[in-house]
């Protein structure tokens, strides 16, 4: 099955810069990747995704990049402000199962 | 949008009894349904698939028998933990899939907190 690695962890950014989560996966199968913000009790929201025919997608302030042949993808924050900080989740897909493997989770802190 | 709702949020049981967790899409049909289940500070780890008009799908590791899944209907999955356990206690998110767009949605339910005192 997917086995989905995210780094780092925990990753505190003073407020206005950028944060960087990184996640590789196993499955070549995959095609779908979102990402997802959650607070504590929530259901996950998601904040992005890509599909597996785009290396790029950006939306404002937030852009995920995409390398097939590495099987890697990341999560790019620009601008970070207070309200960013939470806990961040990747996930890899194969729309042919629709079986969602999650990375093991980065808890962001923005700085003020 | 298309919404996902579960029910109870919240549930505290006694350890040996069963408590059942429901998961119902509002204003679409979903064949299949998935439950997840995450321990406080973890990521969401994928329990079983929910076939509706057949038997649920169970991940490794995961207890078929303790963790029953009833898909009864299109629009409604049902979780529940048999003879729980203190160990039992987690975060159970159930998901199901809306492909009339061909985007393929992906929506969560709100999630169910289980405390088993």
């Known amino acids: 099955g997917e086995n989905v690695e995210q780094h780092p962890s925990t990753l505190s950014v003073q407020e206005g810069d950028s944060a960087v989560i990184k996640c590789t996966y196993s499955?070549?199968?995959?095609?779908?990747f979102p990402w997802y913000k959650q607070e504590l009790g929530k259901r996950p929201q998601l904040i992005i995704d890509i599909r597996s025919n785009v290396g790029e997608k950006k939306d404002q302030r937030i852009a995920v990049t995409l390398n097939k042949t590495a099987k890697h993808f990341s999560l790019h924050i620009t601008e970070t402000q207070p309200e960013d900080s939470a806990v961040y989740f990747c996930a890899a897909m194969d729309f042919g199962n629709e079986k969602l493997t999650f990375g093991t989770g980065t808890r962001l802190t923005i700085i003020p | 949008g298309a919404v996902v709702s579960q029910h109870p949020s919240r549930v505290i049981c006694k350890s040996g009894t069963s408590v059942k967790i429901e998961c119902r899409s509002l204003?679409?049909?979903?064949?299949?349904m998935f439950w997840y289940r995450q321990f406080p500070k973890q990521s969401l780890m994928l329990m079983a698939t929910?076939?509706?008009?057949?038997?649920?799908?169970?991940e490794q590791g995961v207890e078929k028998d303790k963790f029953l899944i009833n898909h009864a209907s299109l629009t409604l999955s049902t979780l529940t933990v048999t003879s729980a356990h203190p160990e039992d206690s987690s975060f159970y998110i159930c998901?199901?899939?809306?492909?009339?767009?061909?985007?393929?949605?992906?929506?969560f339910g709100e999630g169910s907190w289980l405390t088993v005192v």
């Open positions: 929910s076939n509706e008009g057949s038997k649920a799908t169970y």
């Open positions: 998901s199901a899939t809306d492909s009339r767009d061909s985007g393929n949605t992906i929506y």
């Open positions: 499955d070549s199968a995959s095609n779908y």
């Open positions: 204003d679409f049909q979903a064949t299949t």
